[in-house]
């Protein structure tokens, strides 16, 4: 079956330092979302990728989805204590169903 | 902003017990979820509904699980027989469309099983 994995596990970094999240599919995706839960809170969404080689970008934030649709990575710039969290990756491989990464705990130090 | 609500937030039970948790979607949105994490762990999909019916489901959703959408406004998932290791958040998420459409989550329901 379709799985959905997300490395790092783990992410410490400095506050201003730079860092990127990887996740990659076991199958092709028809698409990728990406969704950040605080803790003690619910993923919240953060962006939808739907084509090959697709790249998109929120302030601080870049979203890609590989050119095969089977792998994507979110790289966040001048990293702020705001970005802690918990960074997941889901992938829409068939109909009506997500899988999710495991997830990249990100902890900021100022 | 429309939001995803979801009731009760916590809900302690014997295992062997029934629990319903309960989930009001956004109103246009046709497509509806359940979700589950384990504490520490990721999401995990357990089931999608649309048009009151199910249209997919993981190996976690098994014959103890049911979901109804009793009324116009609200989303059921059953569990009849608790067992322990179903202590977890559940997360209720719709969405206009299926497949690739945002999904928007609900703030979840912290089920203990003791």
């Known amino acids: 079956g379709q799985q959905v994995m997300q490395i790092p596990q783990y992410q410490h970094v400095q506050e201003g330092e730079d860092f990127t999240t990887y996740c990659n599919s076991s199958?092709?995706?028809?698409?990728i979302q990406w969704y950040k839960q605080r803790p003690g809170g619910h993923p919240v969404f953060l962006i939808q990728?739907?084509?090959?080689?697709e790249v998109k970008k929120q302030k601080r934030l870049t979203f890609q989805f590989g050119e095969a649709k089977k792998n994507s990575s979110l790289h966040i710039t001048a990293t702020q204590t705001t970005d802690v969290g918990t960074y997941f990756c889901?992938?829409?491989?068939?109909?009506?169903?997500?899988?999710f990464g495991a997830g990249t705990q990100v902890v900021v130090t100022p | 902003e429309p939001e995803v609500t979801q009731t009760p937030s916590h809900q302690v039970t014997q295992m062997g017990q029934e629990v319903i948790l309960r989930c009001v979607p956004i109103?246009?949105?046709?497509?509806f979820y359940w979700y589950r994490q384990i504490l520490g762990q990721k999401v995990e999909f357990l089931v999608s509904?649309?048009?009151?019916?199910?249209?997919?489901k993981s190996e976690i959703f098994d014959d103890q699980f049911s979901v109804e959408r009793p009324d116009g406004s609200n989303f059921t998932l059953k569990i009849r027989s608790t067992k322990l290791e179903d202590s977890a958040m559940y997360f209720c998420?719709?969405?206009?469309?299926?497949?690739?459409?945002?999904?928007?989550f609900g703030p979840g329901t912290r089920l203990l099983v003791l």
């Open positions: 509904f649309y048009n009151n019916e199910i249209s997919e």
């Open positions: 109103s246009n949105h046709l497509y």
């Open positions: 990728l739907v084509k090959s080689g």
């Open positions: 199958t092709t995706l028809s698409n």
């Open positions: 998420a719709s969405s206009v469309r299926q497949g690739g459409e945002t999904q928007y």
């Open positions: 889901a992938g829409a491989g068939s109909w009506g169903k997500f899988q």
